[in-house]
């Protein structure tokens, strides 16, 4: 069982967050037959180059290809005071399930969490991890050499952002650890895991 229903709504503050942090879990959830769309709230390009735009959305898109997602881009101004764009995605998608952000470290993230709190308020939501792990994932999702390959295309398909930081290698680590450390968590304290591997994605599902 990987999550249940129809249509699945990633809110993801840059065009790369959505892959980074659940690319495996989006991946399983559209070969289940599940629409995912992907809400990229900002463009990610803070000085706001018009190619560099165009470059980060080309590489988002190449990636929603690869795991099965449909982009859904909200370009909101980055002084990020607005949240009528992912009020409007939430309500054009009317999704069953909804991931986010959780309220990491990274000033953006903290600001799109914030901000989609007017739009998630009482709404169950699956929390992901990319700039702060989480302190107490209580779902995860585990999976295999042949996903996390896939996973690794997706995350290549950022080059621009590769070239800053290996975050793919970033991930991947990430996964791995999660794939090791989760086990006593799911076994002894309540928290749920889905499938198999040695790798995991974490997620917190939580009531905003
Ligand atoms: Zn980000």
Not at 15 to 21: A, E, K, L
Not at 55 to 67: M, P
Request: hydrophobic content about 40%; charged content about 30%; proline content about 4%.
């Amino acid at each position: 069982m990987l999550f249940e229903g129809e249509r699945a709504l990633i809110f993801s503050p840059h065009p790369d967050d959505d892959v980074f942090g659940m690319g495996a879990t989006m991946y399983m959830m559209a070969q289940k037959g599940i629409d995912v769309y992907s809400a990229y709230v900002t463009h990610g390009v803070r000085e706001g180059d018009p190619e560099r735009i165009k470059t980060r959305k080309s590489e988002a898109e190449r990636a929603c290809g690869i795991v099965g997602s449909k982009p859904i881009f909200l370009d909101v101004d980055y002084s990020l005071t607005s949240y009528e764009e992912m009020k409007d995605v939430y309500e054009k998608v009317n999704p069953d399930i909804v991931f986010i952000n959780n309220r990491d470290m990274h000033p953006t993230h903290t600001r799109v969490f914030d901000l989609a709190k007017n739009v998630l308020k009482d709404k169950e939501v699956y929390l992901y991890e990319v700039w702060s792990p989480l302190k107490k994932p209580n779902v995860i999702v585990y999976f295999d050499e042949d996903i996390m390959e896939i996973k690794l295309k997706a995350m290549k398909c950022h080059e621009s952002e590769l070239k800053r930081r290996n975050f793919a290698e970033a991930f991947k680590a990430l996964n791995i650890y999660r794939g090791i450390l989760s086990e006593p968590f799911v076994r002894k304290y309540g928290a749920v895991g889905i499938g198999k591997g040695k790798y995991a994605e974490a997620f917190e599902k939580v009531v905003l």
